[in-house]
């Protein structure tokens, strides 16, 4: 109460969201969905739709609340049309 | 809730089931049990019903598969994704399939087959995911004891505008997911916990720290798995570092995230008589070390060092804290007492023995 936040290496919590979004958000698998330079990164697109679905601040960015959320057990339907 | 993109839906109301093979991991009789009342979830409040078959094509075939097992969804493993349900339609439509690999149980322990099966089920049935946190549609798990299970009215809902409403005589309701701003927002009970709020709402817990404006919404078992739903009356005993949770005769005692051992334990031991059946309120006096029990229009006074009630008590809750006749909650903070009644709170000053300000039960969650 509360819990101190782990350290998570970078890399490891990029995967997590990319495989966490193309299971349940329909995130297309890219080599490097997070390097684009054209209009707004599918993967923060992605990552606001889920923070909006589970009511987290809306940031696109995979802050602590967000990790939580993506490292908790759920049902393998995706939350969108796929 | 949402509903299936496109809304597909059963054409009939009479639908088979098939169980294609069983968990090692659980009797089958406890398999068999939790999918009949996971079923019995959907068709309590709908015209639908199940029937079971074998050797035959069913509607909604349930299995327990491993990895890849040729759906183009393979599992991952323990933990991740725990199941998977398909649409209503023809063939693998209405399918569930559960990962072997969980920790399948029939209680609180791993992960209750019955509770992540009857949401599948709502996916067999048409429905998609809800954003409401308290449905049984959301997408993430959380524990409910299934003894004390019952469908939220989001999903009742939802369903029930796919397929209708049960053909019984009383429609049944569900618990709603409160929500901190609701200006009709009651409590069961609230205590300080190493300085936050921990307001009790049915098999909810709303969180609020006092250096952080958001309320957090949690259900009790995520915490405490131990605990029933629907929590009458908790306190804070600062000097041990302990709360105290009451519900009907029983209570527990609490250290950080565990139940500590040998409870819980009737009421009676804390010399309450056995005309009492359950406390309403309940708050300690960080100063005084003395605990006071409201229980209906009165209360009891408790000497947490002698470990008995002090003598010339029930009193009247009137004669002592104003007007305020009955309680539903109470704590002790910062030198007052706050009393909640329906949507209520009563700020008492125990000094001058006089209720300083009346406000709305929701004040502390910055509305």
Redesign the interface.
């Known amino acids: ?2 819990v101190a936040p782990e350290v998570e290496d970078e890399g490891k919590t990029l995967q997590l969201v990319e495989s966490y979004l193309q ?2 958000y329909n995130l297309q698998k890219d080599r490097h969905p997070h390097l684009r330079s054209h209009g707004e990164n599918p993967l923060n697109t992605k990552l606001k739709e889920m923070q909006l ?3 987290l601040e809306v940031t696109g960015k995979p802050d602590l609340d967000t990790l939580e ?1 993506m490292k ?6 995706p ?1 969108v ?1 796929q | 809730y949402v509903f299936t993109p496109g809304n597909p839906k059963w054409k009939r109301n009479n639908l088979t089931y098939r169980i294609l093979n069983y968990t090692p991991k659980m009797r089958r009789a406890d398999v068999d049990e939790a999918i009949r009342k996971a079923l019995s979830v959907w068709s309590n409040v709908t015209p639908l019903t199940f029937q079971k078959v074998e050797d035959k094509e069913a509607d909604i075939m349930i299995s327990f598969a491993y990895r890849d097992h040729r759906d183009n969804s393979p599992f991952d493993g323990p933990n991740g994704q725990l199941a998977h349900a398909f649409q209503p339609g023809e063939g693998i439509g209405g399918d569930v399939h559960m990962d072997e690999e969980e920790a399948w149980t029939k209680d609180g322990r791993g992960y209750n087959l019955f509770i992540v099966l009857a949401h599948e089920l709502g996916h067999s049935l048409g429905l998609s995911h809800s954003n409401d946190p308290g449905a049984l549609m959301y997408p993430t798990y959380s524990y409910t004891d299934p003894n004390e299970f019952l469908l939220p009215q989001d999903d009742i809902d939802g369903i029930q505008a796919i397929y209708g409403q049960s053909n019984t005589a009383v429609q049944p309701t569900g618990p709603v997911t409160p929500e901190a701003c609701d200006p009709n927002l009651t409590f069961d009970a609230i205590t300080t916990l190493r300085g936050e709020l921990f307001f009790f709402k049915g098999r909810y817990m709303l969180r609020k720290h006092p250096a952080r404006t958001e309320t957090e919404l949690n259900f009790i078992s995520l915490f405490w798995p131990k605990l029933p739903s629907g929590i009458q009356a908790a306190y804070e005993n600062v000097e041990r570092d302990e709360i105290l949770i009451f519900k009907e005769d029983k209570y527990w005692v609490i250290e950080g995230y565990d139940v500590l051992p040998g409870y819980p334990k009737p009421i009676y031991g804390l010399g309450f008589p056995k005309t009492v059946k359950r406390v309403n309120a309940a708050y300690n006096d960080e100063a005084t070390g003395k605990t006071y029990f409201f229980v209906a229009d009165r209360y009891w006074r408790y000497d947490e060092k002698k470990k008995s009630m002090d003598h010339g008590y029930p009193r009247k809750i009137v004669s002592d804290f104003g007007k305020i006749g009955r309680v539903d909650a109470a704590f002790q903070k910062d030198g007052y007492v706050y009393f909640f009644h329906g949507t209520t709170q009563f700020q008492f000053d125990p000094r001058a023995k006089r209720i300083v300000r009346q406000m709305k039960s929701t004040s502390w969650f910055n509305c």
Not at chain 1, 72 to 77: A, Q, S, T
């Open positions: 109460f509360p299971n349940f679905f589970f009511g959320v908790k057990p759920r049902c393998g339907v939350d049309d």
